[in-house]
């Protein structure tokens, strides 16, 4: 199963959106609503920040929000702030029962 | 609060054993598929595992099949990961996390170094 493509960094100045995309198949990305979004600080475990494509955890800011076209599913975050820089990495369920991973993006607050 | 916590790591010398636990508190264990996940030094995050909530089906990334196992105790809510014939490759912190189509929580992870 391969890695899903994201880019390897995207970076914006306090206060703008930026997006990040996570690019994979019909048998992972593109087959089912089943993406999630993670954010992880250096030498911290991964936090869930989207769930099912769209859905925000219950604690998770409303400047975070998902959505999916075909095989492709994007993270946007609204308002950008220092805490938000972070490794982002999307996931999907894929037909052959396992998990995929995104390559991972780190956002940077200029 | 939903809890996960991994241990077991250390330092091994290629060929080796190493066997992970995963103590998992604040939710009922014996609902859910468990999954192991690995991230290498400066890397992205690779899935590694995931049994079923009753232990009666388990699936591996290629990389690990045949050589790790994984398993579970749900009268002990706990996870366990059995890693034999470990390869450089293998070195990498190792998480745990419940997973209902999405990973959370997760575990604070715990390293396995491969080294001679």
């Known amino acids: 199963q391969s890695a899903l493509t994201q880019p390897a960094s995207v970076s914006g100045s306090p206060g703008q959106s930026i997006t990040v995309s996570c690019t994979g198949t019909?048998?992972?990305?593109?087959?089912?609503?089943?993406v999630s979004w993670y954010q992880q600080h250096p030498g911290k475990a991964p936090k869930l920040m989207i769930y099912?494509?769209?859905n925000r955890p219950s604690g998770v800011s409303n400047r975070f929000s998902g959505s999916k076209s075909g095989n492709t599913a994007s993270l946007t975050i609204s308002g950008l702030q220092a805490e938000d820089e972070a490794d982002y990495y999307c996931?999907?369920?894929?037909?052959?029962?396992?998990?995929?991973f995104g390559t991972g993006t780190k956002v940077t607050v200029l | 609060e939903m809890q996960l916590v991994e241990s077991g790591g250390g330092l091994v010398q290629p060929g080796g054993s190493l066997r992970l636990s995963c103590a998992a508190s604040?939710?009922?264990?014996?609902?859910?598929?468990m999954h192991w996940v690995r991230q290498a030094p400066g890397k992205g995050l690779v899935w590694v595992s995931r049994?079923?909530?009753?232990?009666?089906?388990?699936d591996y990334a290629d990389s690990v099949k045949g050589r790790f196992t994984i398993s579970r105790d749900n009268a002990k809510n706990t996870l366990y990961l059995q890693m034999n014939s470990l390869r450089v490759e293998d070195t990498a912190v190792y998480y745990c996390?419940?997973?209902?189509?999405?990973?959370?929580?997760w575990g604070q992870g715990t390293l396995v170094t491969v080294s001679s």
């Open positions: 996390a419940r997973v209902e189509r999405w990973f959370d929580p």
């Open positions: 604040g939710f009922t264990f014996s609902n859910y598929w």
């Open positions: 049994i079923k909530p009753d232990g009666t089906r388990t």
């Open positions: 019909s048998s992972d990305v593109g087959g089912y609503n089943y």
């Open positions: 099912d494509v769209s």
């Open positions: 996931s999907s369920y894929a037909s052959s029962g396992s998990y995929v």
